[in-house]
């Protein structure tokens, strides 16, 4: 009997083992249907904040899913899924679903980009969904980042903010060094004899007088070298021919101008050229390791706030006022400064287009975008002349965004920005020579896309 | 005979009856995509969206550019690297580790956490101990060199940064493949030669190796296709720069499809890899020599 029940149990065990194989199966394949299910009916958006990377990430997610929920609450009938991709790969992620039928239907897209997305088709025009009156158009059509999103009539993206950059400086640094805070440099002659004033090399106390990103990513070109060749009367593309133009005699000066920043001068670290925007200048300024920081965004303003060197100026008040911080426009001639901002697009198989043009209405409105961090500042004129935009630190920013101008419409912009980079990052830490080094990475260029 | 034939030919077709679904998903799965990707490579799309062949043209315009010139050199400096030094670090562990030692196990145990660990994470970890201002390999290195020497700003120790990077990541593997094949070697036959009076080197040379000639030319192909194919760990690490000083080709090949959306360049990009890894597939599949090795 013993026996019999033994022979039994060991029989009935592999039958128990293949049946917990197949629930095990059967789960997982429902887990990947159940995973792959496109959010049943939701409208999908797709941001571009990961919240583990960083605070100011953080709070634009928090942001995100305050609104959503006064939109949930006004429209409790719709579903909202989001997506979240990576800042420089969600516009290439649109296209290639666009191209695979993978629909999203709302998402962040980058002025740079618009160019290859009219080319690409992934973009729905939004002006006949979004149905503005001439007046609320013009709220927005000021903006450089709107200019390159309209082509022929057609509008493929809303700004959501305007990002412009300026110098951004430490009060109490300028006066230890015997400078007035509250007159600031307004040239680049000024601005490097204040940068020599402010650097301090002590044992374990290094300030740098003016720290500038020069690494491999695309802020390179967009907040050093453009400006600069910019200012020196030179151009980073030709519209006409299609050919990068920036070898020229003013994209050597800029090149040197920043070569000499750091070699010569010695204001600036040499490591701005090795890391990344973030680690190169957001984090030393707010250690104290640097007195001024050219390319400053607008989107960092809220950081300043939680340091408390500034106060009531994120969310802005009309009391408002700098504390250990401040800024002042950079000091190129007037439309050699960098301003985009982030758009909002409507994918072109997205299968809710209106929902999608209905969603984007609300997120842009006034009350909503005004503590979007990363709206920097505000893409609507409108909201400009309201009180709390009228304390000196707003309108110096607002004078920088009016001065700004967006990227060459190039749609091989990414390979143009990531070219110069890396020229310049030759330039600055390999010593090589800058009218060789700009000339091959213009000739690379050329020779791929001016004849396309 | 006849009927011995015939059985034969039988169950040979039912083997290839059987084996028909399997060669319909390596079609779908494998060739057909690979055929749509090296098509692509002799492809351009132009303003107006259309597509069109346009022969070798993309080939020539890579092999005219010094920059794809120079990623091809550097994924041959970066493979020969990463795998002459870590097969030798992985063979040596590997010597190490099945000898019967105290706390092997635990030696084993805290070597693969590398092997395990995603590239990425381990590329920010290196990242930071080469941070110019904080890193304590920087320290080091400015001890020697001065305060000025930034480790990845310069084209040389970039690059070297790159292969360390992958070298810790992959002897361990290599350590666990080798250990693998001469813990199967038969004690005997090492008895044997301690009989004929063989010292250690001689064991070596002519019993662990020779034995293990399979596991090596197996991890060796692993470990290369893995190198060549690696852009992640590289992008993590140094996206490429100074310069394009640590741009390699599967970098290269990232950039201009996740990055700038160029397929068709890309694509073209991708058969130059497969054509490199091609040519190190045949010469490691050469150190076997098509013979049958017997454990």
Known sequence: ?452 | MRGSLSFSSQRNFAATLLLLPALALLIGLLLYPLVLGIRSAFEMTGADGATKFVGGRLFSVLAHEPRFLADVLRSVVYVVGNVGISFVLGYGAALVITRPVRAAGIVRATIIIPWITPPVVSAVLFRSMVDPSKGPASHVVQYFLGSGFMILGNAQSAMATVIVHSVWRSFPFIMLMIAAGIAAIPNELYESAAVEGCGAFRRFRYITLPLTKLHCAIVLLIVTMWTIQDAEGVYALTSGGPGYSTEVVALRLFRESFLNFDLHIAAAVGVVLLLISGVFAALYLSLVGGKRVEL
């Not at chain 1, 194989?21 to 049943?40: D, T």
């Open chain 1, 1 to 452: 009997m013993f026996a019999l029940g033994t022979v039994a149990r060991v029989k009935a065990r592999p039958r128990r083992r293949t049946w917990s194989w197949a629930v095990i199966l059967v789960g997982a394949f429902l887990s990947v249907i159940m995973g792959c299910r496109p959010g049943g009916n939701a409208i999908k958006l797709a941001h571009i904040y990961d919240p583990l990377s960083a605070p100011s990430a953080r709070a634009n997610c928090e942001w995100i899913e305050r609104v959503l929920q006064r939109y949930r609450e006004m429209h409790p009938d719709v579903e909202i899924s989001i997506e979240q991709f990576k800042w420089d790969q969600i516009d290439a992620k649109l296209m290639t679903d666009y191209r695979a039928g993978a629909s999203h239907d709302l998402a962040w897209t980058s002025p740079q980009w618009m160019a290859k997305h009219f080319d690409e088709g992934d973009l729905l025009d939004v002006s006949p969904l979004l149905n503005w009156s001439a007046q609320e158009t013009a709220d927005f059509s000021w903006s450089p980042a709107w200019k390159t999103a309209e082509r022929e009539g057609k509008v493929i993206g809303v700004p959501n903010g305007v990002h412009t950059r300026v110098v951004c400086f430490r009060r109490d640094y300028f006066e230890e060094a015997g400078l007035d805070p509250d007159n600031p440099p307004q040239t680049l002659d000024e601005i490097l004899e204040a940068a020599v004033k402010l650097t301090r090399q002590e044992e374990g106390e290094d300030v740098w007088g003016l720290g500038v990103y020069c690494g491999r990513e695309r802020g390179t070109i967009e907040l050093a070298f453009a400006p600069l060749l910019w200012h020196y009367g030179g151009e980073l593309w030709d519209e006409t021919t299609g050919r990068a133009i920036f070898a020229s005699e003013a994209g050597v000066k800029a090149a040197r101008f920043l070569y000499d920043l750091m070699h010569k001068h010695k204001v600036c670290p040499t490591w701005c050229a090795t890391g990344t925007y973030d680690d190169d200048l957001l984090e030393p300024f707010l250690n104290g390791r640097m007195a001024m920081v050219w390319g400053w965004g607008s989107y960092w303003i809220e950081i300043l706030e939680q340091k408390g060197w500034i106060q009531g100026l994120f969310p802005p008040t009309p009391d408002g006022k700098t504390v250990v911080a401040d800024v002042f426009v950079t000091p190129t001639i007037p439309q050699a400064q960098f301003t985009n901002a982030w758009l909002m697009s409507v994918h072109a198989i997205s299968k809710r287009p209106q929902d999608a043009a209905n969603l984007l209405d609300f997120l842009v409105q006034p009350e909503q975008l005004i503590d979007f961090p990363d709206a920097g500042l505000p893409a609507r004129r409108s909201m400009w002349d309201r009180p709390e935009y009228q304390t000196q630190f707003y309108r110096r920013w607002r004078r920088a965004a009016e001065r700004g101008r967006s990227m060459p419409a190039t749609p091989h912009y990414n390979e143009l920005a990531d070219g110069i980079a890396a020229a310049i990052q030759e330039i600055l830490l390999q010593d090589a020579d800058a009218a060789k080094t700009l000339k091959r990475a213009e000739d690379e260029y050329n020779a791929r896309f001016a004849q396309l």
